[in-house]
């Protein structure tokens, strides 16, 4: 997510690393890679010029802290402009029951996925009791699109797939939530363009009959400037409330997200990061902006493991870890929680200083590749892997379709892991765990010492 933007921001302010006071001549070279940088991001070039602008009015002249170094001074400059530019401020939806949400937006954004994320976020984290109200007449199958995914996460839904008249359904779609006890209400419209003068009217006609309390309109990350136009022109036919970014995890550049609040003046309050039900969340501005400048997001990422982590199953795994008495089955179950919290790739995006480490397929296949062989395993033989010779290396591979290779590299891995182990337990290696706790509590802000895998 944003990683060509990362990247370069990183490299523009590397060049004001050792000078002690910011001057117009020392900003300049750097303010203008920031703008490039942004520009490349498909920024819309109006905000990237406001931006460096601000930036470079609170630089100049500014003396450096005798703390930090003028780099680390442009980069706080930076974060907070940037945390302003995605929308600082509350970005929550209204806190009331029964709640009524319209999600309009273009065809192929991801309306109606983004409609049952939110209503499985909203049911987790709020306890609202969700209805599903199927509003597209047009696209095929997409009631039954949206019938599923109420089924799947447990919600009222209502469609009527004779029923032409878009009002009529939500009318009585409405009524129908009402009728199963249902405080939230989302109304899930078709696809239409900006342009299309009869479609737009129609979404005014059901405003004006269901009442929203918030329309969200779901743009797509990856349309970039034309994600801006979108929100402005849909903004002006029926004020959207809110903007659920989607696909960010496949949009490198994220110039949508960077102008759309600043242009369209529609904050955004969700984002989806991937396709599973569960890879959606707020959007938190600030949290973004450090992650935008590599500085991670440790306030997400303990959230989640809050979230997906057995408190005690950790406790026991860390345990069994200090003693050195950490088996196949341990490392198995270790897996698994780390898995419970996302992909690699966006667990690692989280972390300070490791938004250039690229986790691809590769690594989630060799993850899973671990897992497989793992599972072919008896009990018996994940608690004691020196019993893995011969016919049963070969018996296991088998089982998880691999090489005996790639079972020998897991259990040689594994080995070392366990080496390491045993070395820390001394007093060298307690040494050696004071002095790494001391310097991720100085880099980071302190990570939890229970969190498992990381």
């Not at 070279?29 to 010029?49: I, N, T, W």
């Not at 997906?308 to 196949?328: G, S, V, Y």
Request: aromatic share 4%; net charge neutral.
């Amino acid at each position: 997510m944003l990683e060509n933007l990362t990247d370069k921001l990183g490299s523009a302010l590397r060049n004001l690393r050792g000078v002690g006071k910011l001057s117009e001549e020392n900003m300049a070279e750097a303010l203008k890679e920031v703008r490039q940088a942004l520009l490349s991001a498909d920024v819309h070039f109006k905000v990237a010029r406001e931006f460096v602008t601000e930036v470079q009015a609170q630089c100049v002249g500014q003396e450096v802290l005798k703390s930090v170094t003028p780099g680390q001074q442009v980069i706080k400059i930076i974060h907070d402009e940037l945390a302003k530019l995605l929308g600082e401020g509350a970005t929550e939806l209204e806190d009331k029951k029964p709640l009524r949400i319209m999600m309009v937006g273009l065809h192929g954004s991801g309306k109606t996925t983004s409609s049952g994320k939110l209503a499985r976020y909203l049911a987790k984290k709020r306890d609202y009791r969700p209805a599903l109200i199927a509003c597209d007449v047009y696209r095929p199958a997409a009631i039954d699109q949206l019938e599923m995914l109420a089924k799947n996460e447990g919600c009222t839904f209502y469609g009527d797939r004779d029923e032409k008249d878009v009002v009529k359904i939500g009318k009585r779609g409405l009524e129908a939530a009402k009728q199963a006890d249902a405080n939230l209400i989302i109304f899930d419209t078709a696809g239409r363009l900006q342009i299309d003068g009869d479609l737009i009217e129609e979404i005014k006609r059901l405003k004006n009959a269901i009442q929203p309390d918030e329309i969200l309109l779901v743009a797509d990350a990856a349309l970039g400037q034309e994600a801006v136009n979108v929100a402005k022109h849909f903004h002006e036919a029926v004020h959207c409330t809110g903007i659920i970014l989607t696909k960010l995890d496949g949009d490198a550049r994220g110039g949508a997200a960077l102008s759309m609040k600043s242009i369209s003046d529609v904050p955004i309050k969700f984002m989806g990061t991937g396709e599973k039900p569960d890879e959606f969340d707020v959007f938190h501005p600030d949290r973004m902006a450090s992650r935008i400048l590599g500085m991670g997001d440790v306030v997400s990422l303990v959230e989640k493991a809050q979230e997906t982590i057995d408190q005690n199953e950790a406790e026991r795994l860390a345990e069994k870890m200090r003693k050195a008495d950490f088996n196949l089955e341990d490392f198995l179950q270790q897996m698994q929680q780390v898995k419970k919290m996302g992909s690699l790739g966006s667990l690692v995006g989280m972390m300070p200083g490791m938004s250039g480490v690229e986790i691809g397929d590769a690594e989630e296949k060799k993850m899973a590749r671990t897992e497989a062989i793992i599972h072919s395993m008896t009990i018996q033989e994940r608690r004691a892997p020196r019993l893995l010779r011969g016919s049963r290396l070969k018996r296991i591979a088998n089982g998880a379709g691999v090489q005996v290779r790639d079972v020998n590299a897991l259990l040689k891995q594994f080995s070392q892991m366990q080496k390491m182990m045993k070395m820390m337990r001394g007093g060298k290696g307690r040494k050696m765990m004071k002095a790494m706790k001391s310097q991720m509590g100085e880099e980071s802000g302190g990570l939890p010492a229970n969190l498992p895998g990381l």
